[in-house]
Every structure is written in structure tokens, then in C-alpha cells.
């Protein structure tokens, strides 16, 4: 008898009352995990869409700024400049906005088609560490 006191004798796991709400969730602590889930939630949308203005607001500069000297050929490569075909820089960098809509068929911003077509081919081809290659990796993340 001595062992029955202290425990629920109608319990299989044989736990002191005091220890049951350890096993079974009350309405009110699955309201608390709700409230907190809903809280990470609105937290978070509103940095999701701060990043993804700030994607579209980034910058690609065509040429990066060390070859501002050099022209853009046809498959987007840098090479002197007065090279037959090869098109000059842009003037301004372009927007991630405007590069996104440009990959979708668009063209850039006052550009011809084979400035267009060079330039784009060059945003292409940007790799780590040239200026735009991160706005650029930016805009190829799924959304």
C-alpha cells in the first residue's frame, strides 16, 4: 500500500498528478506555441520583402569599374577598345530590376539590340568578385 500512495493508481505510466501536465498539452500551452508561431511569422515576412526590394534595387555596373576602358563583345567578353562588333559600356549600372525584366525578354534601358544583347551576355558571365556579380547571383535565387 505504501507504494500506491504518491501515485495515480489509474495511470499506466504510474506519474504523481502533479507531473501530468508534463505529458499532456493544455488548451492554454497550445494556444502559447500558436501565438509564438504566429509572431515568427510576421516577423519574418516583412524581412522576406525587404530583401527582395533591396535585390531589385542592387546594382550592375557593365563594365565593373576596373575595365571601364574596355568594350563589350557580342558574347559578352571584355576586349579593347575599337574592336570590330564590340559595343561600348553602359553608361550608368543597371538596376536588379531592370537586368530581371531584361533576362525575361525585355531590353535594358537605352540600349540597341546588340547592346542589349552584349550587354546582358556580359551579366551572364559575371563570376565572384567582380562588381554586380552578387546583385546578380541575388536575382537567379527562387523566390
Do not use: W
Not at 493544455?26 to 501565438?35: E, F, K, N, V
Not at 557580342?74 to 531584361?102: C, I, M, N
Not at 540600349?111 to 551572364?124: C, D, G, P
Amino acid at each position: 500500500m505504501s507504494e500506491e500512495k504518491g501515485r495515480n493508481a489509474g495511470d499506466p505510466q504510474g506519474l504523481p498528478p502533479e507531473d501530468e501536465s508534463l505529458v499532456t498539452p493544455t488548451r492554454r500551452r497550445l494556444l502559447m506555441g500558436g501565438a509564438v508561431a504566429a509572431s515568427a511569422i510576421v516577423s519574418i515576412r516583412p524581412a522576406l520583402a525587404s530583401t527582395a526590394a533591396s535585390v531589385l534595387n542592387c546594382r550592375i555596373p557593365v563594365p565593373d569599374p576596373p575595365h571601364a576602358s574596355q568594350h563589350i563583345a557580342a558574347d559578352g567578353s571584355l576586349v579593347p577598345a575599337g574592336t570590330q562588333g564590340a559595343v561600348p559600356g553602359a553608361g550608368r549600372p543597371f538596376t536588379g530590376e531592370e537586368v530581371k525584366a531584361a533576362l525575361r525578354g525585355r531590353h535594358l534601358p537605352g540600349t540597341s539590340y546588340e547592346q542589349n544583347q552584349a550587354y546582358l551576355n556580359y551579366i551572364r558571365r559575371l563570376q565572384s568578385g567582380t562588381s554586380g556579380f552578387t546583385c546578380y547571383a541575388s536575382l537567379q535565387m527562387p523566390r
